[in-house]
């Protein structure tokens, strides 16, 4: 139940008046004044989300927060502001930012953004100061009018004073008897709530005449403090050198007592107006309070006790194992303490070891409850920290990277790699970390689509490896490489030997992929039975040793190759990226296989912007060729023809060439639809590719039939892969075939982007034109920033003013 807004109903009835009129209201005023009482008592009205935003000192760090208490995971290559908009677009609740220390003018821009781009977003910031944002509605909040001399002791001062006074146990205040001392005693306050709690308290305590009248917020908390008995101060200092919201758990381990004996210190606080009991059962300290807990403690060593607590609390809840963790892990509650005890651990060097100890224990827990971002952000931190023992840190560095490369994008971890290397060298044994730096690397390189590297990074952790378990996922790895490439009889001999191998517990996921690679095989090379076949023996294995995310990835395949096959239910949003876009990309072939070209389409484009923020250039050659065909199924062919080179260049360069033969087929069956010369040899070349790798064409090979030209020309393919002299032949044949030119500055747009344009232009925001596009905000975003950088504008105002005056 919420504490009353006692005197404060005009105020409320102002802000409940902003907020049904305004989308965005800051409610301003100084500490103390009560803002945040009055935000919980509006958000209480209806669905809201709260954000708890004291102590956070940059912009990122408020966004973040957002994000997270929206529950909108990050995506690679995104901003945060871009990502805060789509998360609001649409949204049926108020977010509530509240204590912004930060100067809202920082943030301002960003939250006008999410106001002029949302047709529905609701803000409330609270705050000491306005943004200044066009946006931006104001309700102030002043000190409560205290009586003056002349005036009868009422109003809503003296009923707060009077309640607060009844709420602490303290006895009625006769206010006849005792009128000067609690008129003194409120002028004092300059009718600030919070400093009338104070005293109200201390009255409670020890009467009217014994309170010494305070000109502070400082004054006044030292001197309810003084009241304290010795437990209470301890675990007010205590609390003030936490920078987040603790559990009653932290609360008994910084204090030194049990469960029960904190929580009474606790509670003893909290009715004292000192500690604030939030919604989930966590304290908080206002930031004024804390910062004068933290005063008090200026000579005294309760800043390096709690310290030690803190070390000691999270040694005892991080898992023993470096190995394991859950996702509903106890002490993920507390994160934020536990991020702080790591940093400060790290920022001593006496106790770095087990700074850089704790964070790789803890790290299991963060990847499987999917918390990427926090993961990176603490191991980074503890690496910038200094050099920790060599073998933990090489493993720091390395996870580090494994987490950037999923927050951030593929090749946002090569660096940390690097100082995993750095940290190898150090350690008792410098090949075999060396060879597991090399493994992860190898894994960066092949998700990118850069073959070449990622096979010479695999045989390298080969080379070094000394341990089954390294040699055996570099094995796979470079298996992997060499079906991307078409090089199937080497990723048949590499699979068969790794699969002879000794095949431990903890090694299955290894084996399963091997054998997903050999279905991937088959159907390359037209066996589509045995694909079958063997896709659902490694469904049926992988379900059975709950090796879930093989399990996923086979059971796409066997989507495309079983149309009745039913596969488990997933919450797509949940998985990773790695997993997610494939998922994504067959859920829109089979669209385009029922007939649903348009969402097939919209689908396809949001694989291809995915897989272009987080660097998986597989997949983005996958997803262009996906929808390039159902751009030509709905009849788009100069779109589609645009798409189709593109996936042409992608693949050559990486180079798949069976995927080049994939879109050389689509280039083929335009180009003899519309009679160009040479289109014949585009088939012949698709052809060519195929032939020494006996494999199929699963393509529009397949659907089309197509006339297939007598020869190749002279060095469009060298050793059996596509040239760039190859491609840029096959971009010259269909240059200018894209559709005829208007003379506007919107030629330089692509049919998609024309599309978005002219919504836009219709006053629509990102989430209603995804929905008639059907395709998801973050593609309209992405074509926004295309159409931006083509037409050298920065404004949705100014691109719908070309859309209607395009001269």
Not at 172 to 194: F, I, K, M, N, S
Not at 533 to 542: H, M
Not at 675 to 690: E, F, K, S
Request: aromatic share 4%.
């Amino acid at each position: 139940m919420l504490t009353p807004c006692l005197g404060r109903e005009q105020t409320q009835a102002r802000l409940a008046t902003a907020l049904a009129a305004s989308r965005w209201v800051s409610i301003v005023g100084p500490p103390g004044s009560g803002k945040t009482l009055l935000a919980r008592h509006a958000a209480a009205r209806g669905h809201s989300t709260w954000v708890n935003a004291r102590g956070m000192l940059r912009a990122d760090e408020v966004l973040s927060a957002c994000l997270d208490a929206l529950d909108v995971p990050p995506t690679p290559g995104d901003s945060p502001e871009g990502a805060l908009c789509r998360a609001m677009d649409g949204l049926d609740s108020l977010l509530v930012v509240d204590g912004l220390d930060l100067d809202p003018g920082v943030l301002g821009p960003t939250f006008q953004q999410v106001m002029s781009s949302t047709s529905e977003a609701r803000l409330a910031v609270t705050s000491v100061t306005m943004a200044g944002q066009p946006a931006e509605r104001v309700v102030r909040v002043a000190p409560f009018m205290v009586p003056r001399d002349h005036e009868p002791l009422s109003g809503p001062a003296v009923d707060l004073f009077l309640h607060r006074v009844e709420a602490a146990g303290g006895h009625p205040v006769d206010l006849e008897a005792h009128a000067d001392d609690v008129r003194r005693l409120l002028h004092a306050t300059g009718g600030l709530p919070l400093l009338i709690e104070q005293i109200a308290v201390q009255i409670a305590l020890v009467g009217v005449t014994n309170v010494v009248p305070t000109a502070s917020l400082s004054e006044a908390v030292h001197g309810s403090y003084e009241l304290l008995d010795d437990d209470q101060q301890l675990c007010f200092r205590r609390l003030a050198q936490m920078t987040s919201p603790v559990s009653i758990d932290v609360v008994a381990e910084i204090t030194g007592v049990d469960r029960d004996r904190a929580s009474l210190l606790a509670g003893g606080l909290v009715r004292r107006s000192l500690l604030e009991l939030m919604p989930d059962g966590r304290f908080d300290m206002l930031t004024p309070i804390r910062r004068h807990g933290q005063f008090l403690t200026a000579s005294t060593d309760d800043r390096e006790r709690a310290n030690r607590a803190l070390l000691s609390w999270a040694d005892r809840m991080a898992p023993a194992d470096h190995n394991t963790g859950a996702a509903d892990a106890g002490w993920l509650v507390d994160l934020p303490v536990m991020r702080a005890a790591i940093a400060a651990a790290c920022a001593a060097p006496e106790t770095r070891d087990l700074g850089y100890a704790l964070a790789n224990r803890i790290f299991s827990s963060l990847y499987t409850s999917m918390r990427a971002r926090e993961a990176v952000e603490i191991l980074e931190a503890t690496l910038v920290s200094g050099d920790g023992p060599a073998e933990i840190g090489a493993s720091v560095a390395r996870r580090a990277g494994i987490a950037a490369s999923e927050v951030r994008g593929t090749y946002e971890g090569l660096w940390l790699l690097d100082r995993a290397d750095e940290h190898a060298l150090s350690a008792p044994d410098p090949d075999d970390q060396l060879a597991r730096n090399a493994s992860i690397r190898a894994e960066m390189h092949l998700d990118a689509g850069a073959l070449v590297k990622a096979e010479a990074e695999a045989r390298r952790a080969l080379d070094l490896g000394e341990t089954t378990v390294i040699t055996r996922q570099a094995a796979r790895t470079l298996a992997d490489v060499q079906v991307s490439r078409g090089a199937f009889r080497d990723a048949t001999v590499t699979l068969t030997d790794l699969l002879a191998a000794r095949d431990h517990k903890d090694e299955r996921w290894i084996s399963l992929s091997a054998r997903t690679l050999l279905a991937r095989i088959a159907l390359e090379q037209g066996r589509p039975t045995e694909a079958t076949s063997a896709a659902r023996a490694v469904v049926a294995d992988a379900r059975a040793v709950a090796e879930d995310r093989v399990a996923l990835i086979a059971e796409t395949l066997l989507r495309h190759l079983d149309p009745d096959f039913t596969p488990v239910e997933v919450d797509r949003e949940s998985l990773p990226w790695a997993v997610r876009i494939p998922v994504l990309a067959q859920d829109a072939r089979e669209m385009l296989r029922d007939g649903d070209q348009q969402r097939a389409a919209g689908l396809a484009a949001d694989v291809v912007v995915l897989a272009d923020s987080t660097g998986l250039g597989r997949d983005a050659v996958e997803g262009r060729l996906l929808l390039a065909r159902a751009l030509l199924a709905s009849g788009d062919q100069g779109q589609a023809i645009t798409t189709f080179l593109a996936a042409l260049d992608r693949a050559a360069e990486m180079p798949m060439p069976l995927r080049v033969a994939d879109a050389l087929d689509g280039l083929a069956w335009i180009g003899q639809q519309r009679d160009l010369r040479d289109a014949r040899t585009l088939a012949a070349a698709a052809v060519a590719l195929r032939a020494p790798r006996q494999a199929a064409s699963w393509g529009y090979a397949a659907d089309q039939p197509l006339g297939v030209g007598r020869s190749v020309p002279t060095g469009w393919i060298v050793d059996n892969d596509f040239t760039p002299a190859g491609v840029e032949a096959v971009v010259g044949l269909f240059s200018g075939a894209t559709g005829p030119a208007t003379g506007s500055v919107l030629d330089l747009l692509s049919n998609a982007e024309r599309q978005v344009a002219e919504r836009v232009a219709l006053g629509l925001t990102s989430r209603q034109i995804a929905a008639d596009l059907f395709i998801s905000p973050r593609t309209v975003d992405a074509h926004l920033t295309h159409i931006y950088r083509k037409l050298d504008i920065t404004t949705r105002a100014k691109l719908a003013a070309l859309v209607v005056d395009p001269g």
